[in-house]
């Protein structure tokens, strides 16, 4: 519906913007994610990027998409009722 897309739009403009560039620009308050410094020269190893998306929790948070921490416990009621009908 149209408030489903205005939030798409809202969240995706986080995302797609130049400001990723920059090495201060976090996608989340608490700063664990954030686009990781891209080595100009190419020299960089595919490990440290890899170590990068090991260090990111197995299970995202609603922080990530800039939701509220409520966002989590709505969708977890959701999927049970959703589950006993």
Request: aromatic residues 14%; glycine residues 6%; charged residues 25%.
């Given at each position: 519906?149209?408030?489903?897309g205005r939030c798409i739009i809202t969240i995706?403009?986080?995302?797609?913007?130049?400001?990723?560039?920059?090495?201060?620009?976090?996608?989340?308050?608490?700063?664990?994610?954030?686009?990781?410094?891209?080595?100009?020269?190419?020299?960089?190893?595919?490990?440290?990027?890899?170590?990068?998306?090991?260090?990111?929790?197995?299970?995202?948070?609603?922080?990530?998409?800039?939701?509220?921490?409520?966002?989590?416990?709505?969708?977890?009621?959701?999927?049970?009722?959703?589950?006993?009908?």
């Amino acid at each position: 519906d149209n408030q489903d897309g205005r939030c798409i739009i809202t969240i995706l403009t986080d995302f797609y913007t130049d400001r990723i560039l920059k090495p201060d620009y976090k996608f989340s308050e608490s700063g664990i994610y954030f686009s990781p410094d891209i080595d100009k020269s190419g020299d960089a190893k595919l490990s440290l990027y890899f170590d990068y998306i090991r260090s990111l929790p197995i299970s995202t948070t609603p922080e990530v998409f800039w939701l509220h921490n409520n966002a989590s416990l709505t969708a977890l009621i959701n999927e049970g009722g959703y589950i006993c009908k």
